[in-house]
């Protein structure tokens, strides 16, 4: 049975972006617990601030962020964290008691031990254009979010942008050596609850390192959906990467593309990253679970209900991507020797054994993995020489016999000398 028949919209509701559990330990919705109170180096914004007792909020004078940028702002000159303070969910995507509105985006200003913590609040972008939140410069610093929302429509911005710009006290345009948590990042399109046709705008989380390093940092994002990208990461040259973050997302659906590290030509500063998550299109036209234009990036992704599970982009290199499900749903435009891809199913790539080639014609390896070659028959074979990428073939004077086997890498090419073909058969030395 198709999956969508097999949920009700019980489970659906159960699943949506307001039931996603509190992650990596955050705080759970309710009230602050006492070291978290006014008076404790730590501000509170609050859904009635400053009426209900919170030291910020939507009755903030002249806000147009619900209080928070007035809030961060503050935290920074007064060397305080900060408290967002939750309510309860009576209805799908409805919550009252804490939906923060940003007619603006909020702006995080550049922060060094910092932490932000708080319930399960939703930030709530309210324009068609621009990024919900951009945040700049952070070093050793502590995030925690709810839900971040973008307004359903034609939003063309992100939910969380994450762009240093900005030189802290150390002289450091960057983020690095901190932790972020992030309920949902939620974009402009379809929520799964939806009977039409699915659709998807803007972006969920982006790391964005056009004019500083996002280095050495963990993320973590229950759940992302509705967006044209859910998760990018993009970077201009090694000098300015995003390198070495270590990223989780147990929930990646109804996404354009779920996961899309480095840009074609610009790909080499998106590297040494370590990613897992799971990715569920819920049959979404044209979706791509991941598009891979980065250097030794090291992915774990599942799949369901997706039209293509990785594109291998052009200049991708050195990625090793570990997948379950994929079924063969792959495109490898990179052309490069060094990407693979493991799947944990027998053959998820796919593998065919080719026709054995005519004397003297090179046969090339076109899976990103390493083939083992079975030769089944030996023919006449008086010689052989194999050939990786830029490198001079290796020769081999001699025949081969039936039961032989041989390697040969991504995009490694054969060649033999025979006056009688042989038999062969091919398949992934590891799945």
Not at 194 to 211: M, N
Not at 237 to 264: E, K, M, Y
Request: contains cysteine; hydrophobic residues 35%; charged residues 15%.
């Amino acid at each position: 049975m198709h999956l969508r028949q097999e949920l009700t919209p019980a489970c659906l509701v159960a699943i949506s972006v307001l039931g996603s559990s509190c992650p990596l330990g955050a705080s759970a919705p309710g009230p602050p617990p006492p070291t978290m109170q006014r008076g404790h180096h730590v501000y509170v914004v609050s859904p009635q601030g400053p009426r209900d007792g919170g030291d910020f909020g939507p009755h903030t004078p002249g806000t147009q962020t619900s209080g928070l940028q007035e809030a961060f702002d503050a935290c920074r000159r007064d060397q305080r964290d900060l408290y967002i303070q939750g309510g309860a969910v009576p209805a799908p995507f409805e919550n009252p008691g804490g939906v923060y509105a940003l007619q603006t985006t909020l702006r995080i200003p550049w922060m060094q031990d910092f932490r932000c913590d708080g319930g399960e609040a939703v930030l709530q972008y309210t324009q068609q254009s621009g990024d919900a939140i951009v945040m700049d410069s952070q070093m050793s610093c502590v995030y925690k979010f709810g839900l971040i929302a973008l307004p359903t429509g034609n939003a063309d911005g992100a939910c969380l942008r994450i762009k240093p710009q900005t030189a802290g006290p150390d002289r450091l345009v960057g983020v690095v050596a901190s932790r972020f948590a992030v309920n949902a990042c939620v974009g402009g399109g379809s929520r799964g609850l939806e009977s039409e046709k699915y659709v998807a705008t803007g972006d969920g989380l982006v790391l964005d390192a056009t004019s500083g390093g996002i280095v050495n940092n963990e993320f973590f994002v229950h759940e992302v959906l509705g967006c044209a990208r859910g998760i990018y990461l993009t970077s201009p040259a090694p000098t300015s990467a995003v390198l070495n973050n270590w990223i989780r997302c147990p929930f990646l659906h109804i996404c354009g593309v779920h996961l899309q590290l480095g840009d074609p030509g610009t790909h080499h500063g998106v590297l040494w990253n370590r990613i897992e998550g799971f990715v569920d299109s819920q049959d979404l036209e044209g979706s791509i679970g991941a598009r891979v234009a980065g250097r030794g990036n090291h992915v774990q992704l599942g799949f369901l209900r997706v039209h293509t599970g990785v594109v291998l982009d052009q200049g991708a290199a050195q990625n090793t991507i570990q997948t379950q499900n994929l079924q063969g749903r792959y495109v490898d435009h990179a052309g490069e020797g060094s990407n693979r891809i493991r799947s944990q199913e027998p053959d998820g790539l796919r593998i065919t054994t080719p026709e054995f080639p005519a004397d003297g014609v090179w046969i090339e390896n076109p899976y990103p993995a390493t083939l083992e070659v079975l030769i089944l028959a030996p023919g006449e074979i008086s010689a052989w020489q194999r050939r990786e990428s830029g490198q001079a073939p290796l020769h081999v004077d001699g025949p081969m016999r039936a039961g032989q086997t041989f390697t040969l890498r991504p995009h490694e090419c054969v060649q033999f000398q025979h006056q009688q073909p042989a038999r062969w058969s091919w398949r992934a030395l590891e799945y």
